[in-house]
């Protein structure tokens, strides 16, 4: 079965850190690279993080470089991304997608259903 399923989300004071999972089908893991979208009101969809397979190369938005750290654990099935020094312009609606990159993060088709992830005092 294809899927990718996110957990980890939530509120959190800015200045705060969260880590997303996205657990994904070995289908998908093995043949495609994975990543983190956002989606706050009103505004489209951004593509923030993503991921290959072995080696393991990352890119990132500039909106977030220095402060997100995506990985992978291939025995776990599991993608992650490390959130430090959560901003307000951080919330939004977090979906795990399989990714490419052509100097920007872009979706190749598989979605999850999406993590909420709110920073706020």
């Known amino acids: 079965q294809v899927q990718l399923v996110e957990s980890g989300g939530g509120l959190v004071q800015p200045g705060g850190s969260l880590r997303l999972s996205c657990e994904a089908s070995?289908?998908?893991?093995?043949?495609?690279?994975i990543g983190w979208f956002r989606q706050a009101p009103g505004k489209e969809r951004e593509g923030v993080s993503c991921?290959?397979?072995?080696?393991?190369?990352?890119y990132y938005a500039d909106s977030v470089t220095g402060r997100f750290t995506i990985s992978r654990d291939n025995r776990k099935n599991t993608v992650y991304l490390r959130m430090n020094n959560l901003k307000p312009e951080d919330t939004a609606v977090y979906y795990c997608a399989t990714c490419g990159y052509n100097g920007a993060v872009y979706s190749t088709g598989y979605w999850g259903q999406g993590t909420q992830v709110t920073v706020s005092s």
């Open positions: 070995r289908f998908l893991l093995d043949y495609y690279a």
């Open positions: 991921i290959t397979g072995s080696p393991a190369v990352t």
